[in-house]
């Protein structure tokens, strides 16, 4: 049993160490090197996912460790050489209501965080902010309808012209800008096939349907450069349709919006240059 309880502090020990290596090796925004755990959170949404995620590593070591210790138990005490005369007992009642009782109880501890985290991401609050986003092969395109309802094509910079410090294969040429600390309620849908708006730090994930408007929305809590990728099997270059979404503050917002309403109200595609751009050697 001593080993057994040191087997246990052991695990624990290690459960302890990359739980801490999981959160110290996770990018805001964006994936870092050796990532274990989920991105860092910057929204109160992501803020519940990565609770959530933690609570439920807890269960399931709890589980694995507890079973790992009645197999071991088995194994020693109660193999032929331990144990030559074996007993012929096959009913134990007490025992069969706790081992109906505590997996209910188990189950029902790890479903009402669920679906309270289910019911919070659905209902979206009074938003401060309506986007668009439009899934197209390979870009997105994100619209601004309480503002003008100016619409831009935001698309993949290639290697060559990355400029320093700028992630490859997440980075723009168009981000979506967003004001800090507000509600944004984004439509989402898809011109040609399903895709799938997803922004890791924000805690969303939603599937760009051609016909159909689904919405999900967001709170960013932290200035600064966010990315995600489309998470949806689309075609040739979906691992080449990055969303980069700028959290910038109300100032900031402001100033951006009256150059981008300028420079992007007549609404020009760049579809076709994506189209040349796709059709290019080495692509
Ligand atoms: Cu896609």
């Given at each position: 049993m001593?080993?057994?309880?040191?087997?246990?502090?052991?695990?624990?020990?290690?459960?302890?160490?990359?739980?801490?290596?999981?959160?110290?090796?996770?990018g805001?925004?964006?994936?870092?090197?050796?990532q274990?755990?989920?991105?860092?959170?910057?929204?109160?949404?992501?803020?519940?996912?990565?609770?959530?995620?933690?609570?439920?590593?807890?269960?399931?070591?709890?589980?694995?460790?507890?079973?790992l210790?009645?197999?071991a138990?088995?194994?020693?005490?109660?193999?032929?050489?331990?144990?030559?005369?074996?007993?012929?007992?096959?009913?134990?009642?007490?025992?069969?209501?706790i081992?109906?009782?505590?997996?209910?109880?188990?189950?029902?501890?790890?479903?009402?965080?669920?679906?309270?985290?289910?019911?919070?991401?659905?209902?979206?609050?009074?938003?401060?902010?309506t986007?668009?986003?439009?899934?197209?092969q390979?870009?997105?395109?994100?619209?601004y309808?309480?503002?003008?309802?100016?619409?831009?094509?935001?698309?993949?910079?290639?290697d060559?012209d990355?400029?320093?410090?700028?992630?490859?294969?997440l980075?723009?040429?168009?981000?979506?800008?967003?004001?800090?600390n507000?509600?944004?309620?984004?439509?989402?849908?898809?011109?040609?096939?399903?895709?799938?708006?997803?922004?890791?730090?924000f805690?969303?994930?939603?599937?760009?349907?051609?016909?159909?408007?689904?919405?999900?929305?967001?709170?960013?809590?932290?200035?600064?450069?966010y990315?995600?990728?489309?998470?949806?099997?689309?075609?040739?270059?979906?691992?080449?349709?990055?969303?980069?979404?700028?959290?910038?503050?109300?100032?900031?917002?402001?100033?951006?919006?009256a150059?981008?309403?300028?420079?992007?109200?007549?609404?020009?595609?760049?579809?076709?240059?994506?189209?040349?751009?796709?059709?290019a050697?080495g692509?």
């Amino acid at each position: 049993m001593a080993a057994i309880s040191r087997l246990s502090a052991a695990a624990v020990t290690v459960g302890a160490l990359l739980a801490s290596a999981g959160a110290a090796l996770a990018g805001l925004g964006q994936p870092v090197p050796w990532q274990l755990g989920l991105q860092e959170s910057a929204s109160p949404i992501m803020d519940d996912v990565s609770w959530f995620s933690d609570f439920l590593l807890w269960v399931i070591s709890a589980i694995t460790l507890f079973v790992l210790v009645l197999l071991a138990i088995i194994i020693l005490r109660f193999n032929a050489r331990a144990n030559p005369a074996p007993s012929r007992t096959t009913h134990n009642t007490p025992l069969e209501i706790i081992w109906t009782i505590v997996p209910v109880i188990i189950l029902v501890t790890i479903a009402v965080p669920s679906f309270r985290l289910l019911f919070v991401q659905l209902e979206v609050p009074k938003p401060d902010l309506t986007l668009k986003a439009t899934g197209k092969q390979w870009y997105w395109s994100y619209g601004y309808p309480d503002n003008g309802n100016f619409e831009f094509d935001s698309q993949l910079v290639a290697d060559k012209d990355l400029k320093p410090g700028q992630p490859r294969l997440l980075t723009v040429d168009n981000e979506m800008v967003v004001p800090v600390n507000k509600v944004v309620h984004v439509l989402v849908t898809g011109a040609d096939v399903i895709h799938s708006f997803t922004v890791p730090s924000f805690g969303i994930r939603i599937d760009a349907i051609p016909g159909r408007l689904n919405d999900t929305w967001f709170k960013a809590t932290k200035e600064g450069m966010y990315y995600g990728q489309c998470s949806e099997l689309c075609g040739t270059d979906h691992a080449f349709m990055p969303i980069a979404v700028r959290v910038v503050s109300d100032a900031d917002f402001a100033t951006w919006l009256a150059t981008a309403k300028k420079e992007h109200s007549a609404g020009g595609s760049t579809a076709p240059d994506r189209l040349a751009a796709a059709a290019a050697p080495g692509r």
